[in-house]
C-alpha cells in the first residue's frame, strides 16, 4: 500500500516528440540505399507524442497500455534518456535501468555467457559488478547448458529468459520494461511475476509496457492507456485494462471472461477428425507428411557435445493439428528448425514430404534499412514466395498489417509489436500443405492478435497439416487433435491434448 503522501520518482508535463516522415536516413547504410532508389528528404513533420502528463511515484507497478505504434515505446525511451523530448519536461529523481526489448543488445555470435557481460555493460555496469552477479542470473535464467552456447542458437523464449534474468538482478532504482512478458513459459513467467514483486521491495518504482491484461489487472498498482500519442484513460488497472478491451472487441466485451479465439472455421473441422490416442499411431489411408526416426541434434561446447534433441520419434499425417508444449529450452524451436531444414539431424531419419511454411520467429529476416513495402518482398521470397505472387500480394498484406501512415518508415523504427504484426502478414499469405507455427500466438496487441487468431485458424483450415509449438495450453486442449511434450530433447508424452497437457501441468 502506498503512503498518503509518496514519493515521488517520475514527473513528465506535457512530452512531446516528434519525427519527420520522409527523413528517417540517420545512418549511413540508410542514406546510401534511399539515394540508391532517387528517395529525397522531406519536411513532413509527424507527432510520435503530444502533451503526455503523468506522475510516477516510489512503490508502483506502472503498466503502459495501447495498440501498437502509438507511442508506448517511444516514452520508454524518452523515460530512459535515448531520446529527448522536442517539447515538455521530465524529472526522475534516481539512475534509471530500461530493458526496452529483452536481449536487444544482444550478439548472436556470442554465448549467453558472454552475452550476460555485454548486456550488463551496456545498461551502465562495471565487468567487476557483472562478475558478482554472474552465477545468480544464470541460476535464475534455468538455461543451465545452454549458457556456454551461442545466442543464435537460442529460441526467443530462452533469450526472454536471459534478458529479464539481467535486468532482474541488478537492481535498478527505476526499472523501465517494455514487452517482456508475451514469451516464455508457464513456470518461467510466475517466476519473473513473483521476481518483479521483489524487485519493487529494491527498486522505487517499475514501469512496463505489455499487451498481458491479466497481467495489468493482477500486478500493476496503476495503469495508462497511450492511444495515438495521446494520453486517453489513466488509474486503476482494472479500469483502463476494460476500457482498452472495449475499444477493442467492442462495448458487449465482458471483462471477467475471456474472449475465446473465434474457432467456428475450424470446429467443423474437428469434427471429422477423431483425436489421435496415446500410444503408436494407427495405420491409416492417411498421407503421412513427416516421419522422424530416433532423430537427434548435437551442439558442441567447446571439447563437449549437448543433445538439444534425442531419440526422437513421430509421425504427422494428414488432418493432425498437433501441439508442442514444454517449457523453453526443452527443443521445441530445435525441432521446428529441423522440421523446415535449418538444421540438419545429426542422428537419425527424418522424411518431410509436402510443401511446408514456417513462423519461427516474426521479422527475423527483416533488413532494418528497408521500408514494410521492401520487407515484404525480401521477407517473403526467404520463405519460399515467388516475387511475382507477392507483388499481388503486397496490397493485402500490408492492408492486414494494418501499420497506418508507418508503412513507409524504415523498420528500424518499428517497435516489436509492429515487427510482428508485418511478420505475421507476411506469413499469413500462404497456403502450405503442412503449416509450422513457432510462438506467433502472441503477437502484436490486442486488436492485432483476434485478428491472427482469425487467420490463423483458416491457415489452419487449409492446411493438410499443422504442428503448433506455444506456451498456450488452453490453445492446445481446445484447438489440437493431438499433443507431443518435449522436456530436454526427449518426448516425455504424445497422444491425446487433455491428457499430454495435464501429464506436462502435473510436472510444473
Not at 506522475?55 to 495498440?67: H, P, Q, T, V
Not at 555493460?121 to 552477479?133: A, D, T
Not at 534499412?369 to 520463405?383: F, K, R, T
Request: proline share 3%; hydrophobic share 40%.
Amino acid at each position: 500500500m502506498m503512503s498518503d503522501d509518496p514519493e515521488k520518482i517520475i514527473d513528465a508535463q506535457n512530452l512531446a516528440l516528434y519525427y519527420y516522415a520522409d527523413r528517417t536516413c540517420d545512418d549511413f547504410r540508410s542514406m546510401m540505399l534511399n539515394i540508391a532508389k532517387g528517395k529525397k528528404a522531406g519536411r513532413g513533420k509527424k507527432w510520435i507524442l503530444q502533451d503526455i502528463s503523468f506522475e510516477g511515484f516510489a512503490g508502483e507497478i506502472l503498466g503502459i497500455i495501447g495498440s501498437n505504434g502509438t507511442g508506448k515505446t517511444t516514452l520508454c525511451r524518452i523515460l530512459s534518456d535515448l531520446l529527448r523530448p522536442d517539447r515538455g519536461k521530465l524529472s526522475i529523481d534516481g539512475n534509471v535501468s530500461a530493458l526496452l526489448s529483452l536481449g536487444a543488445g544482444f550478439d548472436n555470435e556470442l554465448t549467453g555467457e558472454e552475452n550476460i557481460y555485454l548486456n550488463g555493460m551496456m545498461m551502465g555496469f562495471s565487468h567487476r559488478e557483472m562478475r558478482q552477479h554472474f552465477n545468480e542470473i544464470v541460476e535464475f535464467s534455468e538455461l543451465g547448458e545452454f549458457i556456454r552456447i551461442p545466442l543464435k542458437k537460442y529460441s526467443s523464449g530462452m533469450r526472454v529468459r536471459l534478458g529479464f534474468s539481467i535486468a532482474a538482478m541488478l537492481a535498478p532504482e527505476t526499472l523501465v520494461l517494455d514487452e517482456t512478458l508475451s514469451t516464455g513459459d508457464e513456470r518461467f513467467r510466475q517466476k519473473s511475476a513473483a521476481k518483479m514483486e521483489e524487485l519493487i521491495k529494491k527498486a522505487r518504482m517499475i514501469v512496463i509496457v505489455t499487451h498481458d491484461m491479466e497481467f495489468v489487472r493482477s500486478r500493476c498498482t496503476r495503469a495508462i492507456w497511450i492511444d495515438k500519442g495521446y494520453i486517453k484513460s489513466e488509474g486503476a488497472p482494472e479500469k483502463v485494462a476494460d476500457a482498452y478491451l472495449e475499444s477493442v472487441y467492442g462495448k458487449g466485451y465482458i471483462p471477467q471472461k475471456k474472449v475465446p479465439a473465434p474457432a467456428s472455421v475450424v470446429r467443423k473441422n474437428l469434427e471429422v477428425i477423431k483425436k489421435v490416442p496415446a500410444g503408436p499411431m494407427p495405420i491409416s489411408d492417411a498421407k503421412t507428411f513427416i516421419k522422424a526416426t530416433a532423430m537427434g541434434i548435437c551442439f558442441r561446447i567447446g571439447k563437449d557435445k549437448f543433445w538439444a534433441l534425442r531419440n526422437v520419434s513421430f509421425e504427422i499425417k494428414e488432418g493432425d493439428i498437433v501441439g508442442i508444449i514444454g517449457h523453453n529450452g526443452a527443443g521445441k524451436s530445435t525441432l521446428c528448425r529441423v522440421l523446415t531444414g535449418i538444421y540438419r539431424p545429426d542422428e537419425g531419419t527424418l522424411t518431410v514430404d509436402g510443401k511446408t511454411s514456417a513462423l519461427l520467429s516474426l521479422g527475423s529476416g527483416f533488413n532494418m534499412q528497408l521500408p514494410a513495402s521492401d520487407n515484404i518482398l525480401l521477407n517473403g521470397m526467404m520463405i519460399g514466395i515467388p516475387k511475382k505472387k507477392l507483388l499481388e500480394l503486397r496490397p493485402q498484406i500490408l492492408e492486414f498489417a494494418d501499420l497506418g501512415k508507418d508503412v513507409d518508415k524504415e523498420v528500424k523504427n518499428y517497435s516489436s509489436g509492429m515487427r510482428s504484426k508485418l511478420g505475421f502478414s507476411i506469413a499469413a499469405a500462404i497456403q502450405p500443405e503442412l503449416f509450422i507455427i513457432d510462438e506467433a500466438l502472441s503477437a502484436g496487441d490486442a486488436s492485432f492478435q483476434k485478428k491472427a487468431s482469425d487467420t490463423i485458424h483458416c491457415m489452419m483450415k487449409n492446411a493438410k497439416a499443422v504442428i503448433v509449438v506455444t506456451h498456450s495450453l488452453g490453445f492446445v486442449e481446445k484447438e489440437c487433435t493431438r499433443a507431443i511434450w518435449f522436456d530436454h530433447g526427449k518426448i516425455m508424452a504424445d497422444g491425446d491434448p487433455g491428457e499430454t497437457v495435464k501429464k506436462y501441468r502435473d510436472s510444473l
